[in-house]
């Protein structure tokens, strides 16, 4: 009974940890809608007075000519944050309904470049536009795919120079889709895409995101921190890479596998231990036996099947008492994301596997163990 709690115990472990590895793998690989490996990002402090504002613009132009770097935009927000500002936005004539929350992001017309979003429909910012609140006229926006769906139009296309109505600063202003971009996540996995609003350099910016080759990533961190030093003294120089800083929600996921897969060892090694004693125990009572059949003509391989079938019965009857069970909690942990993997069939045939080739093997040792004495030895002796 012991060892086989100690089954149902390890198999459930080892089931677990697999469940959780391949789920956090599957979040950390899966395409996220734009490009993050080849981005750094450096803070920008808000509130510049105009002397600060100058040499910002002096040190942006800089960046322009530096022939490492791609591309680079300035957006009040960043992929692995949430966005706080948030508000209201529908169709002209519609009220407002539970699908109308959209989440306003400030961009610069390279946003799309820099990100390597792609325009589904319509066209981009251009370099000069902005996206200014004017009473009684419109504001060029751009929408992703989700604020799209939840305004109700049919697709992409359906809803370029659509006007609608969105809240802003307490006021109602109208806006012009003038285009559509891709979902991407926003967010980590765990959670579904974000209806999005993006507007040209409606608010304040907080980051600068360059994208950049990254054959020599140091010389180009290097060149932006000595140009940001120079043409801005005295404001502190932050920057992260968005790759490490996206993964960062991941972390306690992280965590929880790296506990589980302790576990999982301590488990398979105490059912080691327990299989170890346990056959150690049966074989030596039945020594006599192992004699006897020798003397009749049984093979190694022949009582290595007769003592391994014992151990396998008693995994299967572990399995059959555990894995439905770690399916149902299986499912339920996965519930928790909106991007989940499928509970495929490894999940239920790598913890028997693991501990079937242990009690094979610990069952081989002791078998040839037994088998190697003299027969007439052991049934004088015994």
Known sequence: MLVEFQFIISIALIAGTYLVYKQISFMRNKELGYSKEQIYVTKVLRNLNPDARAKFKVFRNELKKYPKIKSYTITSEIPGKYIARQDYIRNVGEEMNENSIC????????????????????????????SRLVEGGTTPVLLNEKAVENLGFKNAEESINRQILFHSDGSIWTGEIIGVV????????????????????????????????????????????????????????????????FDAQYESDKKFGKVFGTFSLVAIFLASL?????????????????????????????????????????????????????????????????????IGWMMFVLPIVILVVIALMTTSIQTIKSSSANPADTLRYE
């Open 274 to 342: 327990g299989l170890y004693g346990l056959t150690t125990y049966l074989i030596s009572k039945r020594k006599k036996e192992i004699a006897i059949r020798k003397i009749l003509g049984a093979t190694i391989s022949g009582l290595f099947v007769l003592f391994s079938k014992d151990f396998i019965r008693l995994i299967l009857i572990a399995s059959i008492i555990v894995l439905p069970v770690m399916y149902f909690m299986a499912d339920q942990w996965l519930n928790n994301f909106a991007f989940r993997i499928n």
């Open 182 to 245: 891709n979902n991407y996540h926003q967010r980590s996995l765990k959670e579904d895409f974000d209806a999005i609003m993006f507007g040209a350099g409606m608010w304040q910016a907080e980051y600068i995101c360059i994208n950049v080759n990254t054959s020599n990533l140091h010389e180009s961190v290097t060149f932006v921190e000595n140009l940001y030093k120079e043409h801005l003294p005295g404001i502190p120089f932050e920057y992260f890479f968005l790759d490490e800083y």
């Open 103 to 130: 989440h306003f992001v400030s961009v610069k017309y390279d946003f799309i470049q820099t990100f390597g979003l792609k325009i589904l429909a319509g066209r981009n910012f251009r370099e000069e536009e902005k």
